[in-house]
C-alpha cells in the first residue's frame, strides 16, 4: 500500500493554525469585562454549601472503567468486521481468542458483582 502522509500532515498543521488563530481572535478583539454577576455560580443557581472534594463511593469509579474497557474493544472489532472476509485462518482465531477473552472478562465481573449496587 502506498500512502503519502503529506497530505494529512497538511490538514493537521492547518487545522492547528486555523485553532491558534481563533484562539488569538478572540482574546484580543473580544471585549472581556469580568464581574461579580459572570463569576457567579450559575449551574444550580445558589452558592454551594458543601466542599466539592467529597468523596464518592468507588461503584462509580468502577462502572466508568467497565465502560471504557468494553467501549474500547469496538477500536478493535470495527476494523476486523470490514475485512472479516479477506481474513486468513489465523486472523479469524486470533480475533476469536480476542472475543473469548472478552466474554471471560465479562463474566468474572459479572461474577465478582460490580455492576451489582446494593
Known amino acids: 500500500m502506498n500512502f503519502s502522509y503529506n497530505l494529512l500532515?497538511?490538514?493537521?498543521?492547518?487545522?492547528f493554525i486555523f485553532v491558534l488563530l481563533?484562539?488569538?481572535i478572540s482574546i484580543f478583539f473580544v471585549y472581556q469585562e469580568p464581574s461579580i454577576d459572570k463569576n457567579s455560580s450559575y449551574e444550580c443557581g445558589f452558592n454551594a454549601?458543601?466542599?466539592a472534594r467529597s468523596q464518592f463511593d468507588v461503584r462509580?469509579?468502577?462502572?466508568?472503567?467497565l465502560f471504557l474497557i468494553f467501549d474500547?474493544?469496538?477500536i478493535f472489532l470495527f476494523p476486523w468486521v470490514l475485512i472479516f472476509w479477506h481474513l486468513t485462518?489465523?486472523?479469524?482465531?486470533?480475533?476469536l481468542i480476542f472475543l473469548v477473552l472478552l466474554v471471560?472478562?465479562?463474566l468474572y465481573e459479572i461474577n465478582e458483582g460490580?455492576?451489582?449496587?446494593?
Do not use: P, T
Not at 462509580?60 to 472503567?65: D, E, K, R, T
Not at 485462518?89 to 480475533?95: C, E, L, Q, T
Not at 460490580?114 to 446494593?118: A, F, N, V, Y
Open 9 to 15: 500532515i497538511n490538514y493537521l498543521f492547518i487545522i
Open 89 to 95: 485462518f489465523m486472523g479469524f482465531i486470533s480475533m
Open 22 to 24: 481563533l484562539l488569538f
Open 72 to 74: 474500547l474493544e469496538l
Open 114 to 118: 460490580c455492576l451489582i449496587w446494593k
Open 104 to 106: 471471560l472478562g465479562f
Open 49 to 51: 454549601f458543601m466542599d
Open 60 to 65: 462509580f469509579y468502577i462502572v466508568g472503567l
